[in-house]
């Protein structure tokens, strides 16, 4: 363990685990609101390949970590989601982080998208004030290889058709 705020804490999820919980559930309503239609297109999770990064705060993080099966694919640099399985579909839909939330490929929900997630960042971050939690928002890889580093995330081999 090492100081509090440092992005390698182990954080105890139990203690936000229902809180982040409720916000993920208001984004999901405020999505769900809009009706983004989802083709199954994978873009979401291929982040080098359509030019986006996810971002998550250290609590997002651990919550994926703790309850998301293990990874469909190893971990890369930062291409892929390593929950993303070989049909582009996400194994990690349950914990899955805002950012993951609001992304949709349909455009007529494009507009609406960045509205839905800043709305649930904001919620997000005070939530992790009033709870005294680090927020250490950064690009999902950079936690992940430091949870790899420290042993908290499975190193698996490709398998066909995982890259």
């Not at 083709?39 to 919550?63: D, K, Q, W």
């Not at 694919?73 to 349950?94: E, M, S």
Request: charged share 30%.
């Amino acid at each position: 363990m090492t100081r509090a705020g440092d992005s390698t804490d182990v954080l105890d999820v139990d203690r936000f685990r229902a809180p982040l919980r409720a916000v993920y559930d208001a984004v999901d309503a405020n999505v769900a609101s809009r009706a983004p239609v989802c083709r199954i297109s994978g873009r979401c999770c291929r982040f080098e390949e359509y030019g986006h990064t996810l971002f998550v705060s250290a609590p997002e993080f651990e919550l994926l970590l703790a309850d998301a099966p293990p990874p469909a694919r190893p971990l890369d640099d930062g291409a892929t989601c390593p929950w993303q399985d070989d049909r582009g579909r996400c194994t990690a839909r349950d914990a899955r982080p805002i950012g993951c939330r609001v992304y949709f490929c349909d455009p007529a929900y494009q507009d609406d998208a960045a509205d839905i997630a800043e709305a649930g960042i904001a919620r997000l971050k005070r939530l992790v004030d009033d709870l005294g939690l680090p927020w250490d928002y950064a690009p999902i890889h950079r936690h992940l290889h430091e949870a790899r580093e420290a042993g908290r995330f499975p190193a698996i081999d490709p398998a066909p058709g995982n890259p």
